[in-house]
Nanobody
Framework: QLRLVESGGGSVQAGGSLRLSCVHS????????MGWFRQAPGMEREGVAT??????PNYAYSRDRFAISKDNGKNTLYLQIDRLEPEDTAMYYC????????????????????WGQGTQVTVSS
């Protein structure tokens, strides 16, 4: 079982920035796709960005504001969010799909079998 622990959320004003972190346990058994998803109250969970083991990112939204990255030495996945908007308010989750590469353009969160507990991002106008 892969453990994922998110941090870095908070309450910020619109226009600010946050960097979310996801520390995960070591996985060396093969392919892995990691990603960030979010869920606002009353809304469906949606994909934000994924990153495969070769460092190739996929973005569901404009990459001008979102940047996904990974520090393999620290087993940490990051999501940088700039120019935050009230619409970004949501619980942000880190997730992992083991044994597969990421599928560009696919945001089927049900395929991801490993999830963190989430970190709340609240943006005020």
């Amino acid at each position: 079982q892969l453990r994922l622990v998110e941090s870095g959320g908070g309450s910020v004003q619109a226009g600010g920035s946050l960097r979310l972190s996801c520390v995960h346990s070591t996985y060396t058994k093969g392919k892995m796709c990691m990603g960030w998803f979010r869920q606002a109250p009353g809304m469906e969970r949606e994909g934000v960005a994924t990153l495969d083991m070769n460092g190739r990112p996929n973005y569901a939204y404009s990459r001008d504001r979102f940047a996904i990255s990974k520090d393999n030495g620290k087993n940490t996945l990051y999501l940088q969010i700039d120019r935050l908007e009230p619409e970004d308010t949501a619980m942000y989750y880190c997730a992992a799909l083991l044994g597969y590469d990421c599928s560009p353009g696919s945001w089927a969160w049900g395929d991801f079998g490993h999830w963190g507990q989430g970190t709340q991002v609240t943006v005020s106008s």
